[in-house]
């Protein structure tokens, strides 16, 4: 039976406490479709999230592992922390002891934020301890990544073949600025030859005041402005992929439609390089779809967006092909 590795999940800090509106709001609606324990979720939110989501892998028809990541602090130029968000900044050391206990079920990423002084040190420590690819939140962090100050960062990241995920599109879940949620924030990444992954295909935004009903439309006539450009770079740039995650928003999932895309059309062009990781509960299980057998764990459960094709998977992480 083929497989499929999960390129985009969350690991959330271990003092989560899901208090904020978003939260409550997401996990009364899909917490026990998501196979989370409503009790001991209000009891112990960290043990909760994790056991629900190793227990999704390992129940899995077809998703063998995740790719699973934390969220760096915000910090300023000398590294001073700025904020820490108490759902999503998870640090790369809760990646790796998550990882250590299961191992068969997880594929550590890194994440440091470069405005670091030590960002390369620190890079250097997670890659010998086992990181196989890097996540940026930049949008959280309000930093431009195409700041000549980080290209040795990009190198030592191209140098040591770890690809890096970008988050691109809008953001309503964590406090995010709307000038780095753009797709131009590969373009340096891309330029110094780092293999990047475009997170969430630049969709999210909402638009088309005038017709609201557009903004969750799957007629690709109304998506975003940036999931345009992309397709555009998907097919100039052999270091780029990209991935259609959604976590809990329909705004995001649009591009997984159920069938292939039109021959012909620019989604068909660059279909090889969509990783087709978004989340179960969007859309009713179908045999052979890749997703866990309750409908998916708590993070962003992977359906492959071409899924009779296996030659299609796992396009969007290359260095994973090489996993035993």
């Known amino acids: 039976m083929m497989q499929t590795v ?11 406490r899901f208090e904020r509106l978003f939260d409550r709001v997401a996990m009364r ?21 994790t056991s629900a989501l190793i227990d999704s892998v390992r129940g899995s028809r077809q998703v063998r592992r995740v790719c699973l990541f934390g ?10 922390e700025l904020h820490r968000d108490p759902t999503v900044c998870a640090a790369t050391d809760d990646v790796l002891a998550l990882h250590r206990r299961h191992g068969d079920c997880i594929i550590p990423f890194l994440s ?17 301890r086992g990181c196989r690819g890097a996540k940026f939140l930049q949008n959280y962090w309000g930093v431009d990544l195409n700041d000549e100050r980080f290209i040795p960062y990009y190198e030592r990241l191209r140098e040591a073949a770890i690809s890096l995920i970008i988050h691109i599109g809008s953001e309503y879940s964590i406090d995010s600025f709307a000038a780095q949620e753009r797709v131009e924030m590969l373009d340096l990444p891309l330029a110094t030859g780092v293999t990047c992954v475009a997170a969430h295909m630049g969709l999210g935004r909402v638009g088309h005041r005038l017709h609201p009903w557009r903004n969750l439309s799957r007629d690709p006539r109304w998506f975003d402005r940036d999931y345009y450009r992309l397709l555009e770079l998907l097919e100039s740039h052999d270091n780029l992929y990209a991935d259609i995650s959604a976590i809990l928003a329909p705004l995001r999932a649009r ?13 068909a062009a660059v279909r090889d390089r969509l990783s087709g990781a978004f989340h179960s ?31 299609l998977l796992s396009r969007a992480e290359p260095g994973l092909r090489q996993l035993p």
């Open 6 to 16: 999960d390129i985009h999940t969350h690991l959330l800090s271990p003092e989560v």
């Open 29 to 49: 609606l899909f917490g026990k479709g998501l196979g989370i324990d409503p009790a001991r979720l209000a009891r112990d939110p960290y043990g909760a999230y």
């Open 71 to 80: 969220v760096d602090a915000r910090v300023d130029g000398r590294g001073r």
């Open 112 to 128: 440091v934020n470069p405005l670091r002084p030590d960002a390369l040190d620190r890079l250097d420590e997670y890659i010998g």
């Open 255 to 267: 591009p997984a439609p159920p069938q292939r895309p039109a021959p012909g059309s620019p989604q």
């Open 281 to 311: 509960a969007l859309q009713p299980l179908r045999p052979g779809s890749g997703a866990a057998p309750r409908g998916g764990g708590p993070g962003q459960s992977v359906r492959s967006l071409h899924r009779r094709d296996p030659r």
